[in-house]
């Protein structure tokens, strides 16, 4: 069944999600938490949290000007990168959304080819049916409808759902 999702999401069914997200997690076992920033941040850090493992944080690139897709470029931050180094790493791969997989899968790649890396898990709250991958663990899947994220751009709620200021 896919999901209905469209328009503006709040904190709370947003929060709602994270936290089915988790459950979906479970018990599974890992060591590290990989977030791709900037919307898996939100989630990564709830899952480390929840495991009680250390969360590094990677960001995305795969432009190479003029808004032409290149090579995937994976850059992490000078924070907690020395945790990619450790040994028998057993990583969850956290983003909030698939659309085309690209990403879930290029990072995968990359991070599997280290060799102290010996499982990676894909893990999202969304995921576009028309996506090349299904993530492992997921929350909803839906069609192409748009999903406008409550920590997006001039989406951050004031009163009411229908009250926002512009950021």
Known sequence: MVAELYGVKTWKEYGSDIDEFIEKIGFQTFNLVV?????????????????????????????SGAGVRGQLNVHTGASNSEE?????????????????????????????????????????????????????????KMGDEQIDFPYAKGQIPVESPQEKIAV
Not at 133 to 140: L, Q, S, T
């Open 84 to 140: 990619l180094e450790k040994e028998k790493l057993t990583i969850l791969l956290v983003d909030d959304l698939v659309e085309t997989g690209k990403t879930l899968t290029g990072v995968k790649e990359i991070l599997l080819r280290k060799p102290n890396v010996l499982a990676v898990k894909t893990a999202t709250i969304y995921y576009k049916a028309s996506s090349d991958i299904i993530p492992d663990y997921y929350v909803k």
């Open 35 to 63: 977030g791709v920033s900037k919307g898996g941040i939100i989630p990564a850090v709830s899952a480390a949290e929840d495991h009680n493992c250390p969360l590094v944080v990677v960001s995305v690139d795969s432009h």
